[in-house]
């Protein structure tokens, strides 16, 4: 039974950073494709970054490229969401994803293997 647990939202002030912790209990970690998306109130689900289970290939929306850090521990079996420069348009649930194939991860969610319950980030202005 694959479980994600994620941490570390909040209500922050825009400029602001946080740090969104995922720990996942999969046997085989290093063998999955990590990745973290986000749904703001009315809107579908988007990715947001996405780690491939090597840790050598990552890959972020446009609009967080350069402001958000995926990175990921094997050894603790946990991916990280590190998120600077926050902005109010980056509010919203963030969910972190599961997947031994990193096509899917960056592909479309509804193809994604396991999913976590989500955690709120407010980013106030």
């Known amino acids: 039974q694959v479980q994600l647990v994620e941490s570390g939202g909040g209500l922050v002030q825009a400029g602001g950073s946080l740090r969104l912790s995922c720990a996942a209990s999969?046997?085989?970690?290093?063998?999955?494709?990590m990745g973290w998306f986000r749904q703001a109130p009315g809107k579908e689900r988007e990715f947001v970054a996405a780690d491939s289970w090597s840790g050598g290939t990552t890959y972020y929306l446009g609009s967080v490229k350069g402001r958000f850090t995926i990175s990921r521990d094997n050894a603790k079996k946990t991916v990280y969401l590190q998120m600077n420069s926050l902005k109010p348009e980056d509010t919203a649930v963030y969910y972190c994803a599961a997947d031994s194939s990193y096509g899917r991860i960056i592909g479309s969610p509804r193809d994604i293997a396991y999913w976590g319950q989500g955690t709120q980030v407010t980013v106030s202005s």
């Open positions: 999969i046997r085989t970690f290093t063998r999955f494709a």
